[in-house]
């Protein structure tokens, strides 16, 4: 492990932020980490006024936090956020439950929308009911070419379920009285509770955790917080019986903890401080720490069916055909750890790891290390990454949660006990896993936010194929799931970037064609992050990113288009116009045209004129193409991409047919251009030299090298129209690029970063543009503004056009970037 920032409070002479107890903070898909601290303002009387404050941040932007004063009148003891990552659950000690929302997609803007309570009845467990989506990592299937096989969906039902079968949302919580309380969200936005005691003899619950089996029940284990006193386990049923709520709850198994039963440490350990299941989806496994004030002791047991004995009586009789023994359902102790320091925080690994014995032999052959650990933090300010199964020590974070320090050390446990130079009194009190379990978020006794590299394979040499091999198996694991894949990015080296988006590539063009339509966009944006990496791979940053422009244009154009008459075939308007255009070789647009219905690409003026900046993009961007075809001699120049690229060069041919059949109908929609001659069909032009490198690089055939006659006239149109300079890379002021080297870097919440600010004064003068609708906005734009926390793209936060057509594009990017990123709202003088 290695520390790659720490982010600090402000130092300020009448507030302090001081960590809430217990401090808790939670790590959603979309890689925003939410924590929470008390907010103590002094007045002059030397009383404190203490807000519960809850701080949301994006792991790319940590300096950019939104601080929620939540209302909350306890400490808070829970926060969690949904399968989407958008939304957030609250919970306090006072029994009070909030749900929080984007206002306006908006990663720094949040409101309650929603809430239920428990008067006085403190919560210490929640969660958001099962969706019933579980997917399976193989590592056994990483090098095979289809990705259900490495990705398997498992059979596994929601917690309740709507009229044919769709997942109904909600939230259970588990109070400190015994109760379990059930809130469920109707279609409709109402809220629908009940609450029902754990068991009819309702007792003290210190701890509680809850996870979901594969049949749609809920399984809670409780404990009082005594090591002496039973860990029980209880599985909660959830229906909706005549429009309410019912919860109906059965006693399972329970456990006591070894070390009772241990001669030498009966007593040594007498309270459990730490109750987790090690995965949500696995009611089955489940891990218990007990400490004391100096040390404490982890234990990790499962839950199996065991043969009932018979009584002798019983043996000598004849079986009868297809009896079977009784069983019973018995917990074991797998593990236990020996005499450890005193934890103070465990974070447990998001990654659906298979554990069958074939995939754990093959991780443990190529050292795939991520889901594989669970991380224990100590008040002496280390981490340890131990086995989820075995317990034994994977490695170790030396470093003081106070200091820049850290250290990796992979192995045994004589590495443990290593002089440690954490000061004392300095440690973390909550941790929590990214979803690849390749990064590690930790917030300390004083506040700060710690981000740590966990490497994939522990510190472990590995020879380099080996280790793209393990980055890419992950990275394609984001892709099919749409979980933000930043925390993998942290362990990509500018010299890694060419070969994993090549074998990227490679890998997904071996999927079936309906598989490769779902990911097409995903996986441009993918390549696009990873090229920003690299220097020597910007310009094909600057190319994918223009490529998700030009799909979602397209798409967009051709959704305008109309049939003429109601019965009409299967095939649509727009896929008649690809299907006539990639057989029409013809070079005269016009020639092309009168193979088309034009009456399906009849609209009327307001529509087309509201979309002419978005016509002009596209026009000026076939421009810069060609007119920088005799210059891309190498990769370093943006554009390159596009020449070999026939699916993309065919999507242009098929826009300019369009553009052109609109412009009969509306001349004012047509792209414009400065030309040398009144009388340059400049459409016509762009067309016949856009053919004929098509035509070099389509996909049905071989591809070829422009010919000379191409190339001359690609150099005569700089004489012939006016190129554009066409800057579409948005400034990149995240800290993704900043983390290349192994020194940790400092920051403040609310101060912009020094290195974000230096990227960003290099166009302090230049003129603005929104970058998805294709306008500028000036040198000093007044308009609030909105930038992608993934690729930086800046877009006006309110819309200048209120027509339908523009309102359609628009909404191809309100909730989410055209990368898949999320939108945090910029200031004026930063966009």
């Keep these: 492990?290695?520390?790659?920032?720490?982010?600090?409070?402000?130092?300020?002479?009448?507030?302090?932020?001081?960590?809430?107890?217990?401090?808790?903070?939670?790590?959603?898909?979309?890689?925003?980490?939410?924590?929470?601290?008390?907010?103590?303002?002094?007045?002059?009387?030397?009383?404190?006024?203490?807000?519960?404050?809850?701080?949301?941040?994006?792991?790319?932007?940590?300096?950019?936090?939104?601080?929620?004063?939540?209302?909350?009148?306890?400490?808070?003891?829970?926060?969690?956020?949904?399968?989407?990552?958008?939304?957030?659950?609250?919970?306090?000690?006072?029994?009070?439950?909030?749900?929080?929302?984007?206002?306006?997609?908006?990663?720094?803007?949040?409101?309650?929308?929603?809430?239920?309570?428990?008067?006085?009845?403190?919560?210490?467990?929640?969660?958001?009911?099962?969706?019933?989506?579980?997917?399976?990592?193989?590592?056994?299937?990483?090098?095979?070419?289809?990705?259900?096989?490495?990705?398997?969906?498992?059979?596994?039902?929601?917690?309740?379920?709507?009229?044919?079968?769709?997942?109904?949302?909600?939230?259970?919580?588990?109070?400190?009285?015994?109760?379990?309380?059930?809130?469920?969200?109707?279609?409709?936005?109402?809220?629908?509770?009940?609450?029902?005691?754990?068991?009819?003899?309702?007792?003290?619950?210190?701890?509680?955790?809850?996870?979901?089996?594969?049949?749609?029940?809920?399984?809670?284990?409780?404990?009082?917080?005594?090591?002496?006193?039973?860990?029980?386990?209880?599985?909660?049923?959830?229906?909706?019986?005549?429009?309410?709520?019912?919860?109906?709850?059965?006693?399972?198994?329970?456990?006591?903890?070894?070390?009772?039963?241990?001669?030498?440490?009966?007593?040594?350990?007498?309270?459990?401080?730490?109750?987790?299941?090690?995965?949500?989806?696995?009611?089955?496994?489940?891990?218990?720490?007990?400490?004391?004030?100096?040390?404490?002791?982890?234990?990790?047991?499962?839950?199996?069916?065991?043969?009932?004995?018979?009584?002798?009586?019983?043996?000598?009789?004849?079986?009868?055909?297809?009896?079977?023994?009784?069983?019973?359902?018995?917990?074991?102790?797998?593990?236990?750890?020996?005499?450890?320091?005193?934890?103070?925080?465990?974070?447990?690994?998001?990654?659906?790891?298979?554990?069958?014995?074939?995939?754990?032999?093959?991780?443990?052959?190529?050292?795939?290390?991520?889901?594989?650990?669970?991380?224990?933090?100590?008040?002496?300010?280390?981490?340890?990454?131990?086995?989820?199964?075995?317990?034994?020590?994977?490695?170790?974070?030396?470093?003081?949660?106070?200091?820049?320090?850290?250290?990796?050390?992979?192995?045994?446990?004589?590495?443990?006990?290593?002089?440690?130079?954490?000061?004392?009194?300095?440690?973390?009190?909550?941790?929590?896993?990214?979803?690849?379990?390749?990064?590690?978020?930790?917030?300390?006794?004083?506040?700060?936010?710690?981000?740590?590299?966990?490497?994939?394979?522990?510190?472990?040499v590995l020879e380099m194929n080996t280790t793209l091999r393990h980055l890419l198996f992950l990275l394609e694991y984001c892709m099919v799931t749409g979980y933000d894949w930043w925390d993998v990015l942290l362990h990509v080296q500018p010299s890694m970037v060419h070969n994993l988006v090549d074998k990227l590539h490679e890998e997904y063009m071996r999927q079936n064609h309906a598989l490769q339509q779902v990911l097409a966009t995903r996986i441009v944006a993918v390549k696009a992050s990873l090229c920003k990496l690299s220097t020597a791979t910007a310009a094909r940053a600057c190319d994918f990113h223009a490529k998700l422009l030009l799909i979602a244009i397209s798409s967009t154009l051709k959704s305008l288009l109309r049939p003429h008459v109601l019965n009409t075939p299967d095939k649509s308007p727009g896929d008649r116009l690809t299907e006539i255009c990639a057989k029409n070789m013809d070079t005269d647009i016009d020639k092309v045209m009168i193979n088309l219905k034009t009456e399906e690409f009849v609209l009327d003026g307001p529509p087309l004129q509201s979309l002419q900046q978005l016509i002009q993009w596209v026009g000026e961007f076939v421009l810069y193409l060609l007119a920088n075809l005799p210059n891309q001699g190498s990769m370093v120049r943006p554009g390159f991409g596009f020449m070999r690229d026939g699916a993309s060069l065919g999507m242009l041919r098929e826009m300019l047919v369009m553009i052109r059949i609109w412009g009969l109908l509306k001349p004012g929609c047509l792209p414009t251009f400065t030309a040398t001659s009144d009388s340059q069909d400049s459409l016509q032009l762009l067309f016949r030299l856009l053919t004929k490198l098509w035509l070099c690089s389509r996909d049905d055939a071989l591809p070829q090298d422009p010919d000379e006659s191409l190339i001359d006239e690609c150099c005569l149109l700089p004489s012939q129209l006016l190129v554009p300079s066409m800057d579409w890379l948005p400034v990149n002021d995240g800290i993704i690029v900043k983390l290349q080297g192994k020194q940790p870097i400092r920051l403040q919440f609310g101060k912009t970063s020094s290195l974000a600010l230096l990227d960003a004064s290099r166009s302090i003068s230049c003129q603005r543009t929104d970058n998805l609708r294709c306008v500028h906005m000036g040198v000093c734009p007044t308009e609030d503004s909105k930038a992608c926390t993934r690729c930086g793209c800046v877009t006006m936060l309110r819309s200048p056009n209120k027509s339908n057509a523009m309102k359609q594009w628009e909404q191809r990017w309100i909730k989410n970037c055209l990368c898949g990123g999320l939108w945090r709202r910029i200031p004026p003088m930063h966009t």
């Design 1 to 460: 492990m290695e520390l790659a920032y720490v982010c600090e409070w402000e130092r300020r002479p009448k507030s302090t932020h001081c960590p809430s107890i217990p401090l808790v903070c939670s790590w959603s898909c979309r890689n925003l980490v939410a924590f929470t601290t008390d907010l103590k303002n002094d007045d002059d009387n030397d009383r404190a006024d203490v807000s519960h404050m809850i701080h949301i941040m994006d792991t790319e932007h940590p300096w950019d936090v939104y601080s929620i004063n939540s209302g909350h009148a306890e400490v808070i003891s829970c926060l969690e956020w949904d399968q989407s990552g958008s939304r957030l659950l609250s919970a306090d000690g006072d029994g009070h439950i909030k749900c929080w929302s984007m206002s306006e997609h908006l990663v720094n803007s949040w409101e309650s929308i929603l809430s239920s309570s428990l008067e006085g009845d403190p919560i210490v467990a929640l969660s958001w009911l099962h969706n019933g989506v579980k997917l399976a990592l193989h590592v056994e299937m990483s090098g095979s070419t289809n990705f259900g096989e490495k990705f398997s969906r498992v059979k596994f039902s929601p917690s309740l379920t709507l009229f044919g079968g769709k997942p109904m949302e909600g939230w259970l919580a588990v109070t400190v009285s015994g109760l379990v309380t059930v809130s469920l969200l109707k279609p409709g936005g109402a809220l629908l509770t009940a609450s029902e005691s754990l068991c009819r003899l309702r007792g003290r619950v210190a701890l509680a955790d809850i996870a979901f089996t594969g049949g749609g029940n809920i399984v809670v284990a409780a404990t009082d917080g005594s090591s002496s006193s039973p860990v029980q386990f209880y599985k909660v049923v959830v229906s909706v019986v005549s429009e309410k709520c019912r919860i109906d709850t059965e006693l399972l198994p329970s456990l006591f903890l070894r070390c009772t039963t241990d001669p030498l440490r009966r007593d040594k350990y007498p309270a459990v401080t730490h109750l987790k299941f090690l995965t949500r989806e696995n009611s089955e496994q489940v891990l218990l720490c007990a400490s004391n004030h100096n040390g404490s002791i982890v234990e990790c047991w499962s839950l199996r069916k065991e043969g009932l004995p018979v009584n002798n009586i019983f043996q000598h009789r004849s079986p009868v055909v297809g009896e079977k023994q009784p069983t019973i359902l018995k917990w074991r102790i797998l593990t236990t750890t020996n005499d450890l320091e005193r934890v103070s925080a465990i974070a447990l690994p998001k990654l659906p790891i298979s554990i069958s014995n074939t995939d754990l032999k093959v991780a443990s052959d190529t050292k795939f290390c991520p889901g594989l650990g669970l991380a224990l933090a100590f008040h002496d300010g280390t981490i340890q990454i131990l086995h989820r199964l075995s317990l034994h020590t994977m490695g170790v974070f030396y470093g003081s949660a106070s200091t820049s320090g850290s250290g990796q050390r992979s192995g045994d446990d004589s590495a443990i006990k290593r002089q440690r130079t954490g000061a004392p009194g300095l440690h973390f009190k909550a941790l929590q896993f990214s979803w690849t379990s390749l990064a590690l978020a930790g917030v300390d006794n004083q506040g700060k936010l710690h981000m740590l590299r966990v490497s994939p394979s522990m510190g472990q």
